[in-house]
């Protein structure tokens, strides 16, 4: 299997309403999340893992489970090109409205979840492989998870904490992809020979 070409990430939007439209119960976030820690971590084939745990629902002959895989693979090669290139930026693929309500909290968490299943995938060897910061920042983003998301006030003061959380966990993500690198690059080029 082929990784697909690289196309700029959907937004959070489009894939959104697509999985919807597919009966996908995952949110665009969580998804992402779950490439990028793979990727990060430097899981063997993270193509294929992705497939099994992502498509496994879909049926090929559905047109809305096409066009769903089809946004997918796009998010899926662009966490993998943002993933490996330690030197760049990372974005979160989160909803476009700096709004403290429950969807945005919600996709803060999930996105996560996400990231923490993908990376702990690389198996009990990743401790191993961080330092101190990067095994504190793991469990930084795994307490994150515990969020509570039904008492959102959309205040001043609460855009500007969930805008400092996102960028500390952002800035925390590209620490532990610094930290993994590596690995990451080694073990991500078995998923171009398939």
Known sequence: MRAPETDPMPDY??????????GMPQCPAELHG????????????PLVVW???????????DVLDTECR???????????????????????????????????????RDWCQGFIFGIGL?????????????REMIN??????????DDAEDSEE????????????????MLVRAELAPAATVSGSSDREH
């Open 140 to 149: 930084d983003i795994a307490e994150i998870t515990r969020i509570d998301t």
């Open 158 to 173: 609460n855009r500007a904490a969930l805008i400092e959380l996102e960028e500390y966990l952002r800035e925390g993500v």
């Open 34 to 45: 779950f490439a990028t820690g793979m990727v990060i971590a430097g899981v063997d084939e």
């Open 122 to 134: 690389a198996g009990a060897s990743l401790e191993q492989r961080l330092s101190g910061s990067g």
């Open 70 to 108: 089809a946004l997918l693979d796009r998010l899926f090669a662009a966490s993998l090109a943002a993933g490996r290139d330690a030197s760049g930026g990372l974005s979160l693929l989160l909803p476009g409205d700096i709004v403290v309500d429950s969807r945005r909290l919600a996709a803060l």
């Open 51 to 61: 497939q099994n745990e992502v498509y496994a629902e879909f049926d090929p002959n």
């Open 13 to 22: 939007e489009t894939v959104a309403r697509a999985l919807q439209r597919s």
